[in-house]
């Protein structure tokens, strides 16, 4: 008869240590792979939500039209005020200055309707919307930079603006994208008055369009313009994309993270097993004493899986507080590139679906061991300390149903259930991997010659001998060292895609808009400041892909239902230029470059990569639209480009007789000569405000210092979502050597009865562990640096850079983690006394 509910739950309570002893090693496990689920699902859904939520603010509208060097035309504009209300405006680099200072600047021109969707906020608290007259809002570095306060006057161009206010929030800042200098916000008639409108000039003008009542949706509307304009070059974006970078980077970081939630339920699931494994051995007396005096098998389950339940539960309420609390810190190493709340975010999903993920996870690998002691009767319980328990099949079916469930609640869950189902399929694959491993390491250790030294001999016999947990030590430590190359490939990947992204040598300026006839009295500006800066000019301007292929069945971009992959040159307008020779840095891969004397039908070198993914190649035609005006070119030769330069590259380099007539200025860079002094480079900059004030400079080093500091806001954040699989694979070789430790106790007895000494059996512990751990060394190389190069080269798209330096001593820290865990394990069984043991085996 089956004992009653609350006399198990009396006797479960009774022998549960309220430290939990021998079930910490199943209270850490439950707690990171719950708390990782926890942070990472509210952090994603906090993202999102507030994309999804912010889409019209973060757009200014409903839907944005994007052109480059021209305004809408009165036809454009009725088609898109036929949707509801338009805001327009201007965006541009340009030249801030005063008599003393200049500064490059992000001039944003905005009309009196802007913002239609949120407010812009200054530092003195004020809510505003657009300037109004000559009076500017302005970052607060610009206002440091030209070293004025706010009512004194600065100018732009050839206007003379005041400083009303420092920006504190811009509510459509993130859909702006990357500053190439501070912002400062004028009215939208101030870049006309400027100058800085002129025929040639590269500047954008945006409109934003809030919908009004019954105008359909802002896709609709978007696929409707574009067959009405295919030529007009319009870039558009909808509310549901304000911001395609902050999604992708959003939907990039959000897979990243669900691997290393997955990755962590799996090492944590190990350890589960490794921790219930020991605890259950710890009670294998108590068990047996509850059978002889009556307790059926059931009973034996229902008792110790409440206290195996108990702790997984609190192990999980731990971790969903853990994660919500460590949220916030994740959120502010993403500050600046997602739209995310600051302070606690409790989001009920994502933490049940935490808990849900933590409690399957104990169930499934607590259950195998845990039926395996109720199915045998007390004596074989008594003796399991020399006679190890035979596997029951039973057993191995729940744990079976458990991982079922995982992969089911994994796969429903995902946004990515291709990625998702792809790394659960691995990780299987890999479990097998080690399972093979373990049983090949054993039968390989059973058949190597018996080596001369009795240490030696012994630790390979441990290895082999019936009943070694060898098998859970290298799946535990294959695990455990690959999350180990896991963190080291992945950060120093990234760190290696930084200091490649982010050159050290650059330009020191690039120099928009300078007059076709004022390249040399520009070269003057600066030769008299730097005589040996050098100085590299080119023809600019913006045009779109309207067609591509062969002349007599060209395709058209318009027509197009998506863009290939790798096309992103048929995306809106991109950057032009007419050469007679082949720009610095590239090569010709297929064709042949034209001569200087080039003359007749119009010539077009395109970049290889972006001709491979459209299937362009020599004697193709192509056609674009600058200005409305089509012009069609002859497709000369591919080339490839070192797009990690700093310096001038284009996709597409026209035949100087294809483009040259349209309206047209040049774009220059300027290298100074090494320790260029601060003095003369703000003299050069006044120089060039003053001569050239239509002209605008773009500071490389600023790009720069952003560049790298967003990238080290990437890595940190990888760095701490990773951080968590080394942890639980922390536990794992801790459960691992715990879960051995019960079982060596008869072992280390019978060596000192024997007369080993302490140190004989530390070595002889050293050095079975020594040797399984060079041996998985390897194996977690390829495992870790596996899943690595998915997460870099897939997920975040990166070049494939990791330190091996770094990454194999990352490896050593974690064979001598194990050394040290194993020597530390055994410490306790030195200190068992011979005879009680003999006496409790």
């Not at 070293?147 to 009303?164: D, H, M, N, P, Y």
């Not at 500053?179 to 400027?194: N, R, S």
Request: proline share 5%.
């Amino acid at each position: 008869m089956s004992l009653p509910l609350t006399t198990a739950w009396a006797i479960a309570r009774r022998d549960l240590n309220a430290r939990f002893r021998g079930l910490r090693l199943l209270l850490v496990c439950i707690f990171l792979g719950t708390a990782a689920l926890a942070a990472i699902g509210t952090l994603s859904s906090a993202i999102s939500r507030e994309l999804a939520s912010s889409g019209q603010e973060l757009l200014g509208g409903d839907l944005e039209v994007e052109v480059w060097q021209r305004d809408l035309k009165p036809d454009e504009r009725a088609a898109l005020e036929a949707y509801g209300t338009v805001s327009s405006g201007f965006r541009m680099q340009g030249m801030a200055s005063t008599p003393g200072a200049a500064a490059p600047i992000e001039l944003k021109a905005v009309d009196a309707k802007w913002p239609m969707f949120g407010r812009l906020m200054l530092d003195d608290g004020r809510s505003v919307g657009a300037p109004s007259g000559n009076d500017a809002w302005i970052a607060r570095t610009a206002l440091e930079r030209l070293g004025i306060r706010v009512g004194e006057s600065f100018k732009v161009g050839t206007v003379t603006l005041r400083a009303a206010g420092v920006i504190k929030d811009e509510p459509d800042r993130l859909s702006e994208g990357f500053q190439l200098g501070p912002t400062i916000i004028v009215a939208a008639d101030v870049p006309g008055k400027a100058g800085l409108l002129e025929p040639g000039a590269l500047y954008q003008s945006k409109h934003r369009v809030a919908f009004k009542p019954g105008a359909g949706s802002p896709d609709t509307a978007e696929e409707t313009l574009t067959k009405r304009f295919p030529n007009a070059g319009f870039n558009m974006r909808t509310r549901d994309r304000a911001s395609p970078g902050a999604e992708r980077f959003v939907r990039q970081m959000s897979d990243f993270l669900t691997l290393v939630g997955l990755a962590a339920l799996v090492i944590a699931g190990i350890g589960i097993a490794g921790g219930v494994s020991s605890y259950l051995d710890q009670r294998r007396a108590s068990i047996a004493t509850l059978k002889v005096l009556g307790a059926t098998s059931g009973d034996i389950v229902r008792i110790y899986a409440m206290q195996i339940g108990v702790a997984s539960l609190i192990g999980s309420l731990a971790g969903l507080a853990a994660g919500v609390l460590v949220t916030p810190l994740l959120a502010g190493a993403l500050q600046g590139l997602l739209p995310v709340e600051s302070g606690f975010i409790i989001a009920p999903g994502p933490l049940a679906l935490a808990a849900s993920y933590g409690l399957l996870v104990a169930f499934a690998f607590a259950a195998a061991p845990l039926l395996r002691a109720r199915t045998f009767p007390a004596m074989a319980l008594m003796r399991s300390g020399i006679v190890p328990l035979a596997r029951d099949r039973r057993a191995l079916l729940a744990t079976a149903l458990g991982l079922a469930a995982i992969c089911a609640l994994a796969l429903l869950t995902t946004a990515q259930p291709i990625l998702s189902g792809g790394f659960l399929l691995a990780a299987g694959a890999a479990l097998a991997l080690l399972a093979g491993l373990g049983w090949a390491i054993q039968a390989g250790a059973a058949r190597l010659p018996r080596p001369a030294n009795p240490l030696l001999r012994s630790a390979l016999a441990n290895i082999h001998r019936p009943g070694a947990p060898t098998g859970a030590l290298v799946t535990a430590l294959g695990f455990g060292l690959a999350a180990f190359v896991l963190l080291a490939a992945v950060q120093s990947a990234i760190d290696g895609n930084i200091a490649r992204r982010v050159p050290t040598e650059a330009p020191d300026y690039f120099v928009l808009d300078v007059p076709q006839d004022g390249e040399a009295r520009f070269a003057a500006l600066v030769k008299a400041e730097f005589p040996s800066a050098a100085i590299r000019a080119v023809p600019t301007m913006r045009g779109a892909i309207l067609a591509y292929g062969p002349k007599d069945r060209m395709t058209r971009v318009a027509d197009l239902k998506e863009i290939p992959e790798g096309a992103w040159a048929l995306r809106g307008e991109r950057g032009l230029t007419f050469s007679d020779t082949l720009p610095s840095g590239n090569r010709v891969t297929e064709g042949a470059w034209w001569s200087a004397a080039q003359a007749g039908e119009a010539l077009v070198s395109v970049d290889a990569k972006f001709a491979a993914a459209v299937g362009l190649k020599p004697g193709d035609y192509l056609t674009i639209g600058v200005l409305g005006v089509e012009r069609t070119a002859k497709v000369a030769n591919l080339r490839e480009i070192d797009w990690e330069s700093m310096g001038f590259n284009f996709a597409l380099v026209f035949s100087p007789g294809a483009i040259q007539d349209a309206p047209h200025k040049l774009a220059a860079t300027i290298d100074l000569p090494e320790g260029a002094d601060s003095a003369r480079q703000g003299r050069l900059l006044r120089a060039l405000v003053k001569d050239m004030p239509s002209s605008s400079v773009i500071e490389v080093g600023g790009i720069l210092v952003e560049a790298r500091k967003l990238l080290e806001q990437i890595s940190l954040a990888t760095l701490a979502a990773a951080a968590v699989t080394v942890l639980a694979g922390l536990a794992v070789l801790m459960g691992a050597i715990a879960a051995a430790r019960a079982a060596r106790t008869y072992d280390t007895v019978m060596l000192r009865v024997l007369g080993a000494s302490r140190r004989q059996i530390l070595l002889l512990q050293l050095a079975e562990y020594g040797l399984l751990a060079a041996v998985l060394a390897a194996v977690a190389l390829g495992l870790g640096g596996g899943l690595a190069w998915v997460v870099i080269t897939r997920l975040f798209e990166f070049d494939w850079l990791p330190d091996w330096g770094q990454v194999l001593g990352v490896l050593g820290l974690g064979v001598a983690l194990v050394l040290a865990f194993a020597l530390a394990g055994s410490l306790p069984l030195l200190r068992a006394k011979p005879a009680q043991a003999l006496r409790e085996l």
